[in-house]
């Protein structure tokens, strides 16, 4: 937030969208992960060591690089909506505006509803990577993770709602995006699936084999 502070733009989101993002856009798969099949050769791992940390140098590693990454996506998404709808971006490639004033409320409404959007992606897609710290998304079974499948679809739900409903526009300041922002947040969202949980925890060489 210091670096929009320091560049005289507002800040890219509202307190009450990121209640939204802890309480319900996250709060349903976080308890789906709890139910989710264990993932592949768990009973062939050693036990964890005792009075290991929970957040250990590969937890850190791990949410380090996805909260980057979610920062440059939204942050992009911020950056283009605020140069798409103004003609530039106030501060930086152009002059300041008064963000207190029309046109420029509703172009900040556009822009935040867009990292508002752009964040819940991120984390909708990130957390198919978050089920098994041994193996990439690409080498584990999803077919059976019904649980995360229907809290996923809640929550995206829930953020299209909170976009597009207009008795809930006013509460979380949204408004509706184009189809060229979703096909932008979409693209920008997808590297979360890259991270790559086995390496950052240290497991990039206690791979199984394929089944």
């Not at 979610?70 to 530039?88: D, E, P």
Request: net charge negative; hydrophobic share 50%.
């Amino acid at each position: 937030m210091r670096l929009f502070d320091r560049t005289n733009l507002p800040l890219p989101i509202t307190p009450i969208q990121i209640l939204w993002l802890n309480l319900a856009t996250d709060g349903f798969p976080a308890l789906a992960l709890g139910v989710d099949p264990p993932s592949r050769g768990v009973m062939e791992r050693p036990p964890r060591e005792p009075g290991k940390k929970m957040m250990d140098r590969g937890m850190i590693s791990f949410v380090l690089v996805a909260g980057f990454v979610a920062f440059l996506a939204s942050s992009f998404m911020f950056l283009w909506s605020l140069n798409t709808y103004i003609g530039h971006i106030p501060g930086l490639t152009g002059p300041m505006v008064n963000w207190d004033i029309e046109p420029y409320v509703t172009n900040l409404r556009h822009a935040r509803t867009a990292v508002f959007a752009s964040v819940v992606t991120f984390e909708l897609i990130f957390v198919w990577n978050c089920r098994d710290e041994y193996h990439p998304i690409w080498r584990t079974e999803i077919r059976h993770s019904t649980a995360l499948f229907a809290a996923v679809a809640v929550s995206i739900i829930l953020t299209l709602m909170t976009i597009y409903a207009p008795f809930m526009q006013p509460l979380f300041d949204t408004m509706p995006l184009e189809p060229m922002a979703w096909v932008l947040i979409i693209l920008t969202s997808l590297p979360a699936l890259l991270i790559p949980p086995h390496i950052l925890f240290g497991h990039k060489d206690e791979l199984l084999p394929e089944e």
